[in-house]
């Protein structure tokens, strides 16, 4: 009893909606059956049920927009994935088509130069340790000897040091320990090419060139062939400083090479065969 009596307002309610709903319930053949109490029932029930049913319409909104908010965000976690999978296939895509650009060049440059060559890839680099190498994915069961040039279509990367059954390590023409016997192209001016230590530039030295000798900043430098390694004419670099001192008998000028060597990829070893400017 004292929890009817602490709850009687709502058992009230209760049994008020309860009246109400029977008194609903009452087919229309009987409507004169009800009488002044249904009224009464009606007046006093119909906000009580105007209150229930904007509670229920309230709750379905909610529920509906929680939904709606869940739809909303798997939505847009399905855009962002999907704009991110796109992202990586257009990557991969520029990728493929950088690639292709320098088979093409290579191709071409191949069909343009009749030498012999041994296609390869780089798998390793050291352009900043002690010796500036890279190592190729091809070596004597490909036919690569010690000594053999590396180019690309840009001009020379370097030579061949150390050979093994299925790879080749290439000393770069950028390192000190290396020496190519080249000239200028405009004037047949001549002089060896030497790497520096300048790991920023990485230019090289137009070394053991005699101060009268024509050499400007802008000349083009090739292979003379005199080394008996290169052949005569490929592509060493650009003169791109030239000091002369007033005694010696040699001027200082230094070659920014044709090869970046922070972007080779495919090169080709030089097997046999000559070249001429």
Request: charge should be neutral; hydrophobic fraction near 45%.
């Amino acid at each position: 009893m004292n929890f009817i009596s602490q709850h009687k307002t709502a058992f009230l309610a209760l049994l008020i909606l309860f009246i109400t709903l029977y008194f609903i319930s009452i087919p229309n053949d009987q409507e004169e059956d009800k009488g002044f109490l249904h009224r009464a029932l009606m007046t006093v029930a119909t906000p009580m049920q105007m209150a229930v049913v904007a509670v229920v319409d309230g709750v379905v909104n909610i529920w509906d927009g929680y939904f709606a908010l869940v739809d909303a965000k798997n939505e847009a976690d399905d855009l962002r994935n999907a704009k991110f999978y796109m992202g990586q296939l257009l990557k991969q895509q520029l990728v493929i088509e950088q690639e292709n650009a320098r088979l093409r060049r290579l191709l071409e440059f191949k069909q343009r130069i009749p030498l012999s060559y041994v296609p390869g890839r780089i798998i390793a680099s050291d352009i900043l340790g002690q010796f500036r190498t890279v190592t190729i994915n091809v070596g004597q069961k490909d036919g690569v000897r010690k000594g053999y040039p590396v180019i690309n279509d840009s001009g020379v990367i370097g030579r061949i040091i150390e050979v093994y059954p299925g790879f080749a390590k290439v000393l770069l023409m950028i390192d000190p320990n290396s020496s190519i016997d080249g000239r200028v192209k405009r004037t047949m001016a001549k002089g060896i090419i030497q790497g520096t230590r300048d790991n920023e530039k990485m230019f090289c030295q137009f070394a053991f060139s005699l101060r009268t000798e024509d050499v400007q900043a802008g000349d083009q430098i090739i292979t003379s062939g005199l080394d008996q390694s290169f052949p005569e004419g490929l592509v060493l670099g650009e003169i791109v400083e030239v000091s002369k001192t007033e005694v010696g008998i040699f001027q200082e000028a230094y070659i920014k090479p044709a090869v970046d060597f922070t972007r080779i990829f495919e090169v080709l070893v030089i097997t046999s065969g000559t070249i001429k400017p």
